[in-house]
């Protein structure tokens, strides 16, 4: 990244201009898709969906069991290939510039979400404070709920509609749904939304995350990715 910003974001509006060209609206492999994720579906996840069946939403939890949110200890830790590693309480936050959006979410499994309203923060403002280093090429998320990870490209993260996730419809991120911090990229499957946010890490080469792990895309461009390997 350069030091004024300038190279990412000129990556960043040349990789989205190519998305928009691929399409986003194909979902014809979505069936084998789900038959694939099936784990993601049963046991635990399926007991907490059952639990919290909101407005579309289908809440998952790899682990069964939901990270909680205390505003006085949490931070966000920014690290890595960075000038300086930072940690980024609630408060700070939300005292940075405010980024809205509504966009669409789609589950590799086949559920959508239209016209969902989000308020965050731009991945920019975060990686101003901590200032990658010039070798920085990806970013690693990782939630508190172990050992869920995921990571996006530099230029993914700065494509114009990504954002770390602070409000849902108006409200404050609810404990289902990632409190208090998730990550958004509607032009990906949501399993790479990692909630219960608690680490950037700022890294050379981008990392294999859990899902990816298991066979899913790297690339998870909805209509371009086909779920697995
Ligand atoms: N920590 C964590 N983040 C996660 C998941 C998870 O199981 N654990 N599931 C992902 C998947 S596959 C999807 S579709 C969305 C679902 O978001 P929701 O639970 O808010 O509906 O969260 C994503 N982020
Ligand atoms: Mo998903």
């Known amino acids: 990244m350069a030091a004024d ?4 974001r000129r990556y960043g509006r040349r990789v989205f201009l190519g998305v ?18 099936s784990p993601l579906t049963s046991a635990a996840s399926q007991l907490v969906g059952n639990v919290f069946p909101v407005g579309g939403w289908r809440i998952y939890t790899i682990s ?3 990270p909680v949110f205390d505003p006085k200890t949490w931070s966000l830790t920014v ?8 940690e980024v309480t609630y408060e700070e936050l939300r005292g940075l510039p405010a980024a ?6 789609h589950c590799v499994t086949g ?19 901590a200032g990658p280093l010039r070798s920085a090429r990806a970013l690693r998320f990782v939630s508190s709920e172990r050992p869920y990870e995921d990571s996006l490209t530099i230029e993914q993260a700065l494509l114009p509609d990504v954002m770390l996730a602070l409000d849902l419809d108006g409200s404050p991120l609810s404990r289902p749904h990632g409190a208090p911090l998730r990550l958004v990229i509607p032009e990906m499957y949501g399993y790479k939304s990692v909630k ?14 859990y899902w990816e792990n298991l066979g ?3 690339n998870a461009w909805v209509g371009r990715s086909n779920g697995y390997g």
């Open 5 to 8: 910003g300038s190279e990412p």
């Open 20 to 37: 928009v060209a691929g399409g986003l609206t194909s979902f014809a492999w979505a069936p084998a898709a789900s038959r694939i994720l």
């Open 64 to 66: 069964g069991s939901m």
């Open 79 to 86: 690290d890595g290939l960075v000038e300086r590693k930072i």
């Open 100 to 105: 809205h959006q509504v966009s669409t979410f």
């Open 111 to 129: 559920w959508t979400v239209h016209n969902v309203r989000w308020r965050g923060v731009r991945l920019e403002h975060i990686l101003e404070l």
């Open 196 to 209: 219960w946010l608690e680490r950037i890490e700022v890294v050379a080469e981008q990392p294999t995350g």
């Open 216 to 218: 899913y895309d790297q």
